[in-house]
């Protein structure tokens, strides 16, 4: 009831309308100010101590122990000076989330003074109670020891709360013995071994003075913003992020009239704060456009180095339910929040780029068409090497967006299937078709088309104006967009399996070539032929077609592509021999640390299911059926009324009727419903059994109990409808 009322009283556009918060004018003064980046680090730090510091970050090292002090001291001045007390490891435990456990600076002097202090220790390691976090069976609860150790690349930063500031230290996780207990330490490995793949096939193809390959993202939020009281006062939007329930109103997004339409003020307003927020705190969000569904909207940085953008994209998260609340919105990252509309997801754009003390090739796109044929040879075979990946690693890719949440998106309507394919654009794939069919000894047949190459490829670029938005995994013109992620998960996870997989196909490719190399000169010819071999072996990977379409499926079958409708069955990929011997061979992740991952993200799948079970259960017993009792005895007494006055005509009967049969159907709905759950909980033990109960016949008994209480509400009058419905939720913020 109190809820209720505070639903009629609709929160106002208050704070950022007014000018509560005060942008300076223009964003790059004050872009960063909470950051401890390369900007105020030159300006604070000793001249070597900086020099070697940026050397750290930018080849991936771990910080310098005797740098240390003096970053630790510039960091501390810097930070007391912006009015913090407290400093925290800010890490990602295997939640998707972060996790933090906040110090203060104070301490005392030997003579029991207080004083702020904090050491070079306490900026390069931490030990938080590791017991809470899951490991997957890596650790057991009496070896609960697990240290947090910064990640220099990722500039320290100060969070705001109320009263309180606290500098965050992004750091990895990881158990005693090393395990990699978070999302992060697998993520850094994955680059430091595609880093060295990559520069040995460089260098094997003559380029030199390579320092590093670093892999680019730039991750693309999807989200909903919802009116704050009607998000409270739906429990299956407060406990599992989506409405479990809920009639399609009559206008969803048929009109695509919300599409890079205008952004209502009170969101604008919101969303506006958000930005400069994460502005202070140095994430480069550049783009900003409402989605395709009604309140669904996208906001997209500027591409970075791939660890940092997964920090930002955390933060990204984060600032969006922070800030959201602040205007009387909520933010719902989930997949797939409303049946019958848009899903969510993260489209994660990646690349590699090369860091060089050679200047002629700094800075290089590695997937991006060059203006020499030595530089398109060089793009070729790097195209070779990721269609390649993802064609052998196509489950494994799979398994890396498997959550129950982008369960109801992948191979929905309106999104990427379940089904792993390239993407690559008429012109790419015209190009890699015709090298695919020249035979072997035609190098200059090869050479002929990339010199042709060259004049084509800028239109490259205009291909992908109308793009293929059905594809999981697509080509665009500099970079490989993976699409398939999902809006509310951590791309840590799925990004680090691109990584290793495309590691492990150029180390295929390099091995290929160095053969070729003792047969063909010169080099681009005998890179060719290797590109040649690759793009053969991998085309059934590739797919121009409508994604969405039934045929697509039934061809995807006859090609031998995976079709990973399921998470369970989707994250039995983790197990598959080829996947332990990729990452075996390239020491990316220990058998016990893949095996953990399996375990966590199985283990996740049945607490997320369980709990849109339960809150299900719960809301139809609480909230559905005495609704639909109340009507449905509204109508009988109306009748019986009607007929004591002698009235003939009584069509509350024939409504009553109605309602009768929709709730009979409920009713057994609910049986089934309860049943499934009982034995969900009694599965102890088996986790990955339990998660195919759940996927199945749990999935079904959820699907039968929607059905028919979305039947009931489009029978009850609007005002005994205690939930908020779709249409005041999606279209009335
Ligand atoms: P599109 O509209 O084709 O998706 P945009 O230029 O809007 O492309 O970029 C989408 C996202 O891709 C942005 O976050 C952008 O920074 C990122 N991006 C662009 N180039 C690269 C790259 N080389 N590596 C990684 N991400 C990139
Ligand atoms: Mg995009």
């Given at each position: 009831?109190?809820l209720r009322e ?20 223009h964003?790059s003064?004050y872009f ?5 980046g390369?900007?105020q ?7 070597k101590?900086?020099q ?8 991936g ?12 001291e510039a960091?501390?001045?810097w ?11 800010w ?23 207080p004083?702020?202090s ?16 899951p490991s997957?069976?890596?650790r ?7 240290y ?13 709360g109320?009263?309180?500031?606290t500098?965050?230290?992004p750091?990895v ?16 490995r994955s680059s ?28 693309e939020q999807e ?5 704050r009281?009607?998000f409270?006062l739906r ?8 409405t479990?329930i809920?009639?399609?109103p009559p ?10 339409g205008g ?13 400069h927020?994460l502005?202070?705190l140095?994430v ?5 456009h409402?989605?395709v569904?009604?309140?669904?909207f996208?906001m997209a940085?500027?591409?970075t180095?791939?660890?940092?953008a ?8 984060a ?6 609340l602040?205007?009387?919105l909520?933010?719902v990252?989930h ?9 969510s997801?993260?489209?994660?754009n990646?690349?590699l780029?090369?860091?060089a003390?050679?200047a002629?090739i ?5 997937l991006?068409p060059g203006?020499t044929?030595?530089?398109n040879?060089?793009f ?10 993802v064609h052998k690693?196509q489950g ?16 929905a309507?309106?999104?990427?299937p379940a089904?792993?394919?390239?993407f690559m654009?008429?012109t790419?794939?015209q190009?890699?078709e015709?090298i695919?069919?020249s035979?072997?000894?035609q ?5 002929e088309l ?9 239109e490259?670029e205009?291909?992908n104006?109308d793009?293929?938005r ?6 665009t ?9 999902g809006?509310s ?12 997989a495309v ?5 295929d ?19 060719m ?15 121009e ?19 990973l409708?399921?998470t369970p069955e989707?994250?039995?990929?983790l197990?598959a ?5 990729l990452f075996r061979s390239?020491?990316i ?9 399996y ?6 799948y049945?607490?997320?299911?369980l ?19 109340g ?5 009988a007494q ?10 003939a ?7 009553a009727e109605?309602v009768g049969?929709?709730?009979g159907e ?8 309860l049943?499934v759950?009982?034995?969900a ?16 016949e749990?999935?079904d ?10 039947a ?11 939930l908020?419905k779709?249409?005041?939720m999606?279209?009335?913020?």
């Amino acid at each position: 009831v109190a809820l209720r009322e505070l639903a009629s009283a609709r929160p106002t556009v208050r704070a950022a309308l007014n000018g509560d918060h005060q942008a300076p004018a223009h964003t790059s003064q004050y872009f960063g100010v909470n950051t401890f980046g390369a900007r105020q680090m030159r300006d604070k730090l000793p001249k070597k101590v900086f020099q070697k510091l940026q050397a750290t970050i930018r080849l991936g090292k771990k910080l310098d122990a005797d740098i240390a002090p003096a970053v630790a001291e510039a960091i501390q001045a810097w930070a007391l000076s912006r009015g913090v007390t407290h400093f925290t490891h800010w890490f990602q435990p295997q939640t998707g989330l972060t996790a933090e456990k906040h110090d203060a600076f104070l301490s005392f002097d030997d003579e029991g003074q207080p004083i702020e202090s904090f050491s070079a220790a306490q900026l390069i390691q931490s030990e938080p109670d590791a017991s809470s976090f899951p490991s997957g069976g890596l650790r057991a609860t009496w070896e609960a020891r697990g240290y947090t150790a910064w990640n220099p690349a990722s500039p320290v930063f100060i969070v705001e709360g109320p009263g309180t500031r606290t500098l965050c230290i992004p750091s990895v996780f990881i158990g005693y013995n090393g395990e990699a207990l978070d999302e992060m330490t697998p993520l850094l490995r994955s680059s430091d071994v595609l880093s060295e793949k990559a520069i040995a096939l460089l260098e094997l193809m003559g380029d030199t003075g390579i320092q590093r390959v670093i892999t680019t993202l730039g991750a693309e939020q999807e989200y909903f913003l919802v009116d704050r009281v009607q998000f409270a006062l739906r429990p299956d939007l407060v406990m599992a992020g989506r409405t479990l329930i809920g009639a399609p109103p009559p206008r969803g997004q048929q009109l695509e009239d919300h599409y890079f339409g205008g952004i209502p003020e009170r969101i604008q307003a919101c969303i506006a704060e958000v930005e400069h927020e994460l502005y202070k705190l140095g994430v480069p969000i550049v783009t900003r456009h409402n989605e395709v569904a009604p309140s669904q909207f996208e906001m997209a940085p500027r591409f970075t180095e791939t660890d940092l953008a997964t920090d930002h994209n955390q933060l990204v998260m984060a600032v969006l339910r922070k800030v959201a609340l602040r205007h009387g919105l909520q933010a719902v990252l989930h997949e797939k929040p409303f049946a019958g509309i848009n899903g969510s997801g993260k489209h994660c754009n990646w690349s590699l780029s090369i860091a060089a003390d050679n200047a002629e090739i700094d800075g290089f796109n590695l997937l991006k068409p060059g203006k020499t044929p030595h530089q398109n040879v060089r793009f070729l075979i790097f195209l070779a090497a990721v269609l390649q990946a993802v064609h052998k690693h196509q489950g494994l890719l799979r398994a890396g967006i498997a959550t129950a949440g982008n369960e109801h998106r992948l191979g929905a309507n309106e999104a990427p299937p379940a089904i792993i394919s390239v993407f690559m654009g008429r012109t790419l794939t015209q190009m890699i078709e015709d090298i695919a069919g020249s035979k072997a000894g035609q190098q200059h047949a090869a050479q002929e088309l990339i010199q042709l190459g060259v004049a084509k490829l800028p239109e490259i670029e205009k291909d992908n104006t109308d793009r293929n938005r059905t594809s999981p995994f697509a080509f665009t013109g500099n970079k490989f967009e993976f699409r398939a992620v999902g809006s509310s998960q951590s791309i840590a996870f799925p990004v680090m399996l691109l990584n290793a997989a495309v590691a492990e196909a150029i180390e295929d490719l390099t091995g290929k070539l160095r053969a070729e190399l003792a047969k063909t000169k010169p080099v681009d010819d005998a890179v060719m032929n290797v590109v040649r071999e690759s793009f053969k072996a991998s085309s059934t990977i590739r797919f121009e077609g409508n994604g969405y379409s039934d045929e697509w499926v039934t061809e995807a079958e006859g090609r031998g592509l995976k079709n990973l409708r399921r998470t369970p069955e989707a994250l039995k990929e983790l197990e598959a021999p080829a996947v332990q011997a990729l990452f075996r061979s390239l020491g990316i992740l220990s058998d016990a640390e893949l095996e953990s991952r399996y375990h966590v993200r199985v283990e996740r799948y049945v607490k997320d299911m369980l709990i849109e079970l339960h809150t299900l259960a719960q809301m139809l017993d609480t909230i559905v059926l005495p609704a639909g009792y109340g009507y449905a005895n509204a109508l009988a007494q109306g009748a019986a009324h009607a007929k004591a006055a002698g009235i003939a005509q009584v069509p509350q009967v024939a409504a009553a009727e109605r309602v009768g049969k929709v709730l009979g159907e409920l009713d057994a709905a609910r049986t089934t419903l309860l049943a499934v759950i009982d034995r969900a909980e009694h599965s102890h033990g088996d986790p990955s059994a339990c998660a195919r109960l759940l996927t199945g016949e749990g999935a079904d008994a959820m699907a039968a109990v929607r059905a028919a209480s979305d039947a009931l509400e489009l029978l009850v009058p609007d005002d005994q409808w205690p939930l908020p419905k779709y249409r005041e939720m999606l279209f009335a913020v």
